[in-house]
C-alpha cells in the first residue's frame, strides 16, 4: 500500500510540474476566487441585514447583488490580472503573492466605493457590505492558496522509505533553508524528522513541519522518537571544536555525520542538497570563520595583473582559485609542473586547454625565462608560494633548497623590482622562526632578502607571510595518515608529545590575501594558527573514526624537527594593528649581495646568513 501511495506521490509531482497543468491551475484559481467574492459579497449583505434585524434579509439585498456582483467580479479580475496574481507573477502561495492580493483587493474596494457614490437606483449596494466583502474575501482567498500549497508541499515531500531520517543540528539559518529545501524535494536523499538546538528559545517550535527535539544533551532521546540514522551539522560557521563535541555524540550512537561547508565557502549562493557533504578530518581540525575586508582586498587586486608562482600547488592552486573572484585584469599562473597546470586551470574555469596566455610553465631557477615574463606580462601583484617544503628531503639535499627557495626568490624579487610590481608577498611558513632545518634557514632567509627590498624599493610593498602546516596539502602529516589508514597501518608519529599548528587552505589563503592590503614594506606578517594540537591525539581520532584497528607507532623525531614549533622567533613581538587574525613583526634584512649565487656547502651558508647581522 505504501508503494502504491509513493508511485501516486511520483505522478502527482509530474503532473504538478506540467506546462498545462499550470495553465489549468491559474484558470481553476480564477474559477475560486470568483467564487469566493460572489459568496463573501452575498454573505456579507446577510450579515448586514441580519444584524439590522431585517426579517427578509436576502431579499432586501437580493435586487442589488444580482445587479452589482457581475461589476464586483468584473473589476476583480481586471485589476487582479493588472496587478499580476492571474499571471503567475510570484511564487504560488508565497508571502509576495499575499501582498499581491493585498494590493489587488485594495484597488478593487476603493473602486467599488467609487462606483458607489455614482449609483442613484432606489436599492443601493450599501458601503458597509463593500468593505466588509472585500476583508472577507481576501481572507477567503489567501487560505485557498495556503491550502493548495499545503497540498503541493505534502506531495512533494520525500518519503521514509526512500529517504534516510535526518537530524538537523541548528535552527538558525541554514538549518531552516537546508530543511526546506529537502522538504520540496521528493527525490532527496534525507527526509528531516526533527531540529537540535543548543538555544532554549527555538525548544518545541515546529519549523517548516519539523520539531525541534532540544538540545545536543537530547540527541539520544531524539534518535530513538525519530529513528534518524544520520545527523546533518546545519550551521555554517561551526568551528572544529563544536563540530567534534557534535560528531561524537553522534557516533556514540552509530548515526552518520554530515556537514555543510565553511560559511567563506557558500559564496552568498542557496543553500542545495548538493552540499551536504561527509565530515572530513578537516571539519574536526581546523575549521574557522574568517572574516575579511573584501574593500581593502578589493583596492589592490580588482582590473590588476596578478602572478602566483607554485600555482599549481595546495596553496598556490587555492590562491587562484580565490584571486579569481576578485576579477583581476589578469591572473598569470606559474608553475613547473604543466599536470598541476591543467588541475588549477580546470578547477577555475571547468576546462583546461593549457592553450592561453593565463597559464606559464617556467622554473622560478631560471632567471632568464622569469626576468621575459615579467617584461612582457608585467604584473603588478605577485604571490610568490614556489617552494620546495619537505623537510627530511632537504635535510639531504640542501643545495636545492638553497636554489629554489633562496636563489629562486631572489630572482622573484629582482624581477618584480624591475618592473614595477606594486605588491609582492613571498610566502613563508613557522619553520623560519628560530631555525634549526634547512627548509627553515632556506625559509628565513627569503624573509630576509623580501624585507631588504621592502626596505630599499620604493615603487611597491614586499612582505612574507608566515604560516604553519596546512590541512590536506600535499605531503602534510595529515594525508600521510590517511594513506597509512589505508594501507591497514601503522600510524606512524615521531614523538608522542609532538604538537604542530593548523589550519585549513582556505583559511590560509583568505587571511595571506587579506594580509597583501594590510602588510607594510619590509614586515612579516605572521598568521594566527589557533591552539597547537597534538599530533598523536590526531593519529587517535583518525583511527578512531576509520573504525579499523591500526597500531600508532613512535618512531622518533627526523632531523631538523622540533617538539613544538613556533611562529614567532626570539625577539619577535606579537601585534596585530590591523586584523584580530594577523600579526606584524619586523624582520632584519639581508643585503642581495650576502647572497652567494652557488655554494658548496649549502647548509653552513644558509645557517651563516640566518646568524648574519
Same mark, same amino acid.
Given at each position: ?102 494590493? #489587488? ?36 482567498? #489567501? ?11 505534502? *506531495? ?74 544520520? +545527523?546533518? *551539522? ?19 550512537? $552509530? ?20 552540499? *551536504? ?37 595546495? *596553496? ?84 636545492? %633548497? ?14 618584480? #623590482? ?27 632567509? %627569503? ?28 605531503? $602534510? ?8 589508514? #589505508? ?54 581520532? +583518525?583511527?578512531?573514526? $576509520? ?64 646568524? $648574519?647581522?
Amino acid at each position: 500500500m505504501t508503494g502504491f501511495s509513493d508511485r501516486v506521490r511520483i505522478v502527482a509531482e509530474r503532473l504538478l510540474r506540467s506546462p498545462r497543468f499550470v495553465v489549468l491551475s491559474s484558470i481553476a484559481q480564477f474559477v475560486i476566487d470568483m467564487v469566493l467574492w460572489s459568496l463573501t459579497a452575498i454573505a456579507a449583505s446577510y450579515a448586514r441585514f441580519e444584524y439590522q434585524g431585517h426579517h427578509d434579509p436576502f431579499g432586501a439585498t437580493q435586487d442589488s447583488v444580482i445587479r452589482v456582483l457581475p461589476v464586483v467580479l468584473v473589476v476583480h479580475a481586471i485589476v487582479g490580472y493588472v496587478v499580476g496574481i492571474y499571471r503567475r507573477r510570484w511564487r504560488y502561495g508565497s508571502f509576495d503573492e499575499v501582498g499581491g492580493l493585498v494590493l #489587488a483587493t485594495a484597488i478593487t474596494t476603493s473602486i467599488l466605493l467609487v462606483l458607489r457614490f455614482f449609483d442613484n437606483s432606489i436599492n443601493p449596494f450599501p458601503r458597509s457590505v463593500i468593505v466588509l466583502a472585500g476583508f472577507a474575501g481576501l481572507c477567503f482567498v #489567501a487560505c485557498s492558496r495556503y491550502l493548495w500549497r499545503l497540498i503541493r508541499e505534502q *506531495i512533494r515531500r520525500p518519503s521514509a522509505l526512500t529517504a534516510a531520517k535526518i537530524l538537523v543540528y541548528g535552527a538558525g539559518e541554514g538549518g531552516i533553508q537546508m530543511v526546506n529545501t529537502l522538504m520540496r524535494n521528493p527525490l532527496s536523499p534525507y527526509l528531516p524528522v526533527g531540529f537540535l538546538d543548543d538555544n532554549p528559545d527555538t525548544h518545541r517550535l515546529v519549523i517548516s513541519g519539523v520539531p525541534v527535539l532540544g538540545g545536543r544533551e537530547q540527541l539520544a532521546q531524539a534518535r530513538a522518537r525519530t529513528g534518524a540514522t544520520t +545527523l546533518l *551539522i546545519a550551521i555554517p560557521s561551526a568551528d572544529s571544536t563544536l563540530i567534534s563535541d557534535i560528531s561524537a555524540r553522534a557516533r556514540a550512537f $552509530s548515526m552518520d555525520v554530515k556537514v555543510l561547508p565553511a560559511v567563506q565557502n557558500l559564496n552568498e549562493r542557496p543553500l542545495d542538497t548538493s552540499d *551536504i557533504r561527509d565530515l572530513t578530518d578537516e571539519d574536526l581540525l581546523g575549521r574557522r570563520k574568517i572574516v575579511i575586508d573584501l574593500q581593502q582586498i578589493s583596492d589592490y587586486l580588482v582590473n590588476r595583473r596578478v602572478l602566483v608562482t607554485g600555482a599549481g600547488g595546495s *596553496i598556490g592552486s587555492e590562491l587562484c582559485r580565490q584571486l579569481a573572484r576578485f576579477n583581476p585584469a589578469e591572473l598569470i599562473m606559474l608553475d613547473r609542473d604543466e599536470s598541476a597546470l591543467h588541475e588549477v586551470q580546470l578547477s577555475i574555469h571547468g576546462r583546461a586547454l593549457l592553450n592561453t596566455p593565463q597559464t606559464v610553465l617556467a622554473d622560478i631557477r631560471d632567471a632568464t625565462t622569469i626576468k621575459h615574463i615579467f617584461e612582457t606580462r608585467k604584473p603588478e601583484v605577485v604571490f610568490h608560494a614556489a617552494a620546495l617544503k619537505h623537510l627530511p628531503l632537504l635535510e639531504t639535499y640542501p643545495s636545492e %633548497a638553497y636554489q629554489t627557495n633562496v636563489l629562486g626568490t631572489l630572482t622573484m624579487l629582482e624581477a618584480s #623590482a624591475e618592473v614595477g610590481v606594486k605588491v609582492f608577498v613571498n610566502i613563508s611558513t613557522d619553520k623560519a622562526a628560530n631555525p634549526i632545518s634547512v627548509l627553515g634557514y632556506s625559509k628565513r632567509i %627569503a624573509e630576509r632578502i623580501t624585507a631588504h627590498f621592502g626596505n630599499t624599493v620604493s615603487t611597491g610593498k614586499y612582505m612574507s607571510v608566515r604560516f604553519g602546516n596546512v590541512l590536506g596539502s600535499r605531503g $602534510s602529516v595529515l594525508m600521510s595518515f590517511r594513506d597509512q589508514i #589505508a594501507n591497514g597501518g601503522p600510524l606512524t608519529v615521531t614523538h608522542r608529545g609532538v604538537t604542530r599548528y593548523f589550519m585549513t587552505i582556505s583559511e590560509a589563503v583568505q587571511l595571506v590575501i587579506q594580509a597583501g592590503a594590510i602588510g607594510k614594506s619590509g614586515e612579516a606578517l605572521v598568521l594566527d594558527m589557533g591552539t597547537p594540537v597534538s599530533i598523536y591525539d590526531v593519529a587517535k581520532q +583518525l583511527v578512531a573514526n $576509520s573504525g579499523k584497528n591500526i597500531e600508532i607507532e613512535i618512531v622518533g623525531l627526523r632531523a631538523g624537527e622540533k617538539v613544538h614549533e613556533e611562529l614567532f622567533g626570539d625577539g619577535e613581538t606579537d601585534i596585530r594593528a590591523a586584523h584580530p587574525l594577523i600579526s606584524h613583526v619586523q624582520v632584519p634584512s639581508v643585503a642581495t649581495d650576502a647572497v652567494p649565487t652557488s655554494t658548496t656547502d649549502a647548509k653552513q651558508l644558509m645557517i651563516d646568513l640566518v646568524a $648574519s647581522p
